[in-house]
């Protein structure tokens, strides 16, 4: 039936990105309770170390041909993946999981203002916004936010609209296996940095389970699946919708990490929500649909 598989086409992107968003920000809550033992660049090492071993055996990345106006979007998505590893787990050691992510969250609302161009459009990313100006401690409690971490949560967003940006140029042929070479690219800066600031537990054996879980869960997992996401989905799309990772992560942390909301910061979640919904199901098809062959 033409008309149901085309609202398959539609809604399979938005399922596979609600997906990579509980596994990554699930994958950050583990990941956090590794930092007393191995240091946040320790846990950043072994998650892309670990990441991105799994997405080689899987995808085999020596086998993609890339064109040549793809290969700087490449190199730019390989370090911005990276560089949003490193900065985020940084910021996490002295700020809480959701506020990081709300602050890392401006890079890709950053992407879906700008490229918004009908009304409706707004609509969402203002209610993104104002979700996120109250699930912010401001006022008096700003004083408490470290702004080194603050720093490098907003720095981490800004690595996330690259990211985003550059990931649809540069996996529009490959699709997620793109995903292994730009995580390779990603191992090659900042293992070795992330390895000499860890502390000697790294190397005991016994951290290397809860590393590869916070590999599946944080980076083989999600980032493939964003990248299906990524070349199915308008720009202003992709980056509505990850709205919310505020939400899950603000979730994720009372969950795991035994962090409480306040009512404020759970209006603030609802609005961010309503922004992602709002702008899912005003969105338009794609008149095509790239098929990914994932096999």
């Not at 033409?2 to 583990?30: C, D, F």
């Not at 600031?197 to 005991?204: F, G, L, R, V």
């Not at 979640?269 to 992602?276: D, G």
Request: hydrophobic share 55%; glycine share 8%.
């Amino acid at each position: 039936m033409p008309g149901l598989s085309r609202k398959t086409s539609v809604w399979m992107p938005v399922a596979v990105i609600l997906i990579a968003m509980l596994s990554i920000q699930s994958g950050a809550s583990l990941a956090k309770s590794l930092f007393p033992v191995v240091g946040a660049p320790g846990v950043t090492a072994l998650r892309i170390a670990l990441g991105t071993l799994i997405l080689v055996v899987i995808f085999k990345p020596w086998r993609l041909r890339f064109k040549k106006e793809q290969r700087l979007p490449l190199l730019f998505y390989g370090l911005a993946l990276g560089g949003m590893n490193y900065m985020f787990y940084l910021s996490i050691q002295t700020i809480p999981l959701g506020i990081a992510v709300a602050l890392e969250f401006t890079g890709p609302l950053a992407v879906a203002l700008f490229s918004s161009r009908r009304p409706v459009d707004f609509i969402w990313v203002i209610l993104a916004v104002l979700g996120l100006w109250f699930l912010l401690p401001l006022g008096q409690d700003v004083a408490q936010i470290d702004l080194t971490g603050a720093a490098l949560a907003l720095g981490a967003g800004a690595c996330w609209a690259v990211y985003i940006l550059t990931g649809q140029r540069a996996g529009e042929e490959h699709g997620p296996a793109t995903v292994a070479l730009g995580s390779l690219i990603a191992a090659i800066i900042f293992v070795p940095i992330g390895m000499a600031q860890a502390t000697d537990s790294i190397w005991q054996w016994s951290i290397l389970p809860v590393g590869l879980a916070v590999a599946v869960l944080s980076t083989a997992l999600p980032y493939s699946l964003e990248m299906i996401a990524l070349t199915r989905l308008p720009t202003r799309i992709f980056g509505t919708l990850m709205s919310m990772e505020p939400a899950l992560a603000a979730i994720s942390g009372m969950v795991f990490l035994g962090e409480t909301l306040t009512f404020t910061q759970t209006l603030a979640l609802c609005s961010i929500i309503a922004a992602s919904m709002g702008s899912t199901l005003t969105m338009r098809p794609e008149p095509k649909v790239q098929k990914v062959d994932i096999s």
